[in-house]
């Protein structure tokens, strides 16, 4: 069986998967920090590649910072979301009728964090936390759905 493609392809700004708008001017640092931290956990990971292949079918992960505040300390929040890739036309309840069909998860599949100081270092030490503790809960998860389909 071919590996599980995970794609990280944030080039499309109309339809971007890695969105961190609100942490404001380190906005473009954190997305490519979300980028990288997910490519370096499926390095690790058998089952899983990053690399292009041909005929690829895995999933998209999106991610996005939902929650951010500096006073003291920087803290933020990140949702994600876990879909299906490529995108395909499907009647199932999970699509939005843009053929995204979202990839089910028990609860909201969200994490947070909170780094000392202020400024880009703060975000990216913040963004790194939440994403290196995020993707291995997704794993199994897609592992299970991969079965299926």
Not at 26 to 35: F, G, H, N, V
Not at 91 to 98: I, R
Not at 121 to 132: F, G, H, P
Request: contains cysteine; proline residues 5%; glycine residues 8%.
């Amino acid at each position: 069986m071919p590996p599980i493609f995970i794609n990280t392809d944030n080039s499309d700004k109309t339809n971007k998967i890695f969105i961190a708008n609100m942490v404001g001017a380190a906005s473009a640092e954190a997305e490519d920090k979300m980028k990288a931290m997910v490519i370096k956990a499926f390095e690790k990971v058998p089952d899983f590649t990053t690399n292009n292949i041909a005929d690829p079918k895995g999933y998209t992960l999106m991610l996005k910072v939902t929650k951010f505040a500096v006073e003291r300390e920087t803290s933020c929040t990140i949702t994600g979301e876990i879909l299906r890739y490529p995108k395909a036309a499907s009647k199932s309840k999970q699509s939005d009728g843009t053929g995204t069909e979202t990839v089910m998860f028990g609860g909201v599949w969200t994490g947070g964090a909170t780094a000392s100081g202020k400024g880009k270092s703060a975000v990216i030490d913040c963004v790194e936390a939440i994403v290196e503790s995020m993707i291995p809960k997704s794993i199994p998860v897609m592992k299970a759905d991969m079965a299926k389909r």
